[in-house]
């Protein structure tokens, strides 16, 4: 979710009616254009089903939901992350911990009340991570949010996760602009991670960062001693500035988001107004190896996703913050989409060209929040398919093996929160784990879909120990 100005942002502790973020876009009319799905998911637009009603394709169906609980039940969920049997789900107001042994009675193990939006989360070993992206009178868990030109407090906090049942918070890391994400990186050497923090600040007196901010920050962490992690580096990715911006297109004034494909020593940044491809042979010194922008119909440079071949990288373009209803046909099918690209060339020649756009092809009502968020690739053999959060745009699952002619295969969602007036709500983030899909619904909770497609099984075969999403691991293809 993006950073908007103090006066249009979802207040902290409550949802706010999402109107406020995008007023200015005129009313939808039903009918987006369509991008025709093949298979038992064939997608017809069958009009807005009703409030909190669920439709789906035949072939993805619901099969647990676990409600937002206190102390976390005002606080927006926010992003995913996995580990054997635990799911751990991100909340504005600190995190959760869920058994998800048995994928269709998932059960809550543990909560922390530890404020601090967005709470973007990982965890690797016996330590978890949350980024803090608000200005905070200290690094505590009952720590308050001060003014942005007071002397504050933003970076990620550590916690020891060897108990599940019982989280301790044991490290705070301050980093420059606070950290509206973060990205694991594992060392090349066993014994530690690198934290890529993304932060970003539009203006001069917007939570302390003032211009240019075109760095990011890396925390070394000894996973032996935790609690000797610091920043070692900012190197800054934009020496010239980055893409100035445009009316309709944020301007690149740090990143909004970073995936790292390790064992290929890749990453893909979405820095605003600028989509990246970087070298991260050297964790601590990564390089910029090409940049490209998208100045008709990209507005956010949001988040990255790369096909398991390293030849393809979906960038995601979050039109409106989040907050906005931008499925619909006055938006159009190119705006608050995916944008797929092939990787061409080798070494530090590799380009990125584009080959087409992805949007859901269903039309959401004007009172519905829906763009293009967080997704994961889903392990199938010989294919390149990702499911992805689209908000209130609920869940989709689609193939861009075919870069050109992407497709949706499976879709899942709720009807609108409310028919008088735009609601902020839906689905955060949607990932692929260990044969079931997980999505964090920012006010509904966690819920757990099964995908039962022929075309899809082979994603069966493989199974993860651990999985930080925007830390993409590689399986077997073949």
């Not at 393809?312 to 931008?326: C, N, P, Q, R, S």
């Amino acid at each position: 979710m993006s950073r908007l100005p103090a006066a249009r942002q979802l207040r902290y502790l409550g949802l706010a009616a999402a109107g406020l973020l995008l007023a200015t876009l005129a009313p939808a009319t039903p009918g987006i254009a369509q991008v025709t799905a093949s298979g038992p998911a064939a997608t017809v637009d069958q009009g807005i089903p009703g409030i909190d009603e669920i439709v789906s394709s035949p072939n993805l169906r619901q099969v647990a939901h676990l409600p937002r609980s206190a102390p976390l039940d005002v606080g927006i969920n926010s992003d995913l992350a996995f580990q054997g049997r635990y799911a751990f789900v991100g909340n504005y107001d600190g995190f959760q911990i869920y058994d998800i042994a048995k994928p269709e009675r998932p059960k809550l193990v543990s909560q922390v009340f530890c404020t601090g939006s967005q709470n973007d989360i990982s965890v690797h070993g016996d330590l978890l991570f949350l980024s803090t992206d608000t200005p905070r009178s200290d690094d505590s868990c009952t720590s308050t949010r001060v003014d942005p030109q007071a002397t504050a407090w933003e970076g990620i906090k550590i916690f020891d996760i060897s108990d599940k049942a019982n989280p301790r918070y044991i490290k705070a890391v301050q980093t420059a602009c606070g950290s509206h994400t973060h990205t694991l990186v594992p060392a090349k050497k066993r014994g530690t991670v690198y934290l890529y923090i993304s932060s970003y600040g539009p203006s001069s007196t917007y939570l302390g960062c003032p211009p240019p901010h075109d760095s990011i920050s890396i925390v070394k962490v000894p996973l032996r001693t935790p609690t000797d992690a610091a920043v070692i580096a900012t190197p800054n990715l934009f020496p010239d500035g980055g893409y100035p911006g445009r009316p309709g297109g944020s301007a690149t004034s740090g990143c909004h988001d970073i995936t790292v494909y390790p064992t290929k020593d890749l990453a893909a940044g979405a820095c605003m107004g600028d989509g990246i491809l970087l070298d991260i042979a050297d964790r601590e010194a990564p390089r910029v190896i090409n940049r490209v922008r998208d100045t008709e119909n990209f507005s956010f440079w949001h988040s990255a996703t790369f096909n398991n071949a390293g030849t393809k990288v979906v960038f995601v373009d979050e039109l409106g913050g989040g907050g906005a209803a931008t499925c619909n046909a006055t938006v159009g099918p190119n705006r608050g989409a995916n944008a797929i690209y092939d990787v061409t060339g080798a070494g530090d020649a590799r380009l990125l060209a584009f080959r087409s756009y992805y949007k859901i092809p269903r039309a959401n009502a004007d009172t519905e929040n829906c763009v293009a968020h967080n997704g994961s690739l889903i392990p199938v053999k010989g294919r390149d398919v990702m499911v992805q959060s689209w908000y209130q745009g609920g869940v989709s699952v689609w193939d861009f093996t075919d870069s050109a002619k992407p497709k949706e295969i499976a879709y899942w969602e709720r009807g609108p929160l409310a028919t008088d007036q735009l609601t902020f709500g839906g689905t955060w983030s949607a990932y692929w784990y260990n044969g079931y899909i997980y999505s964090s619904d920012t006010i509904k909770g966690l819920d757990v879909l099964e995908l039962k497609d022929p075309r899809t099984w082979s994603a069966n075969l493989t199974r993860y120990q651990e999985l930080n999403p925007q830390t993409q691991p590689s399986y077997r293809s073949r």
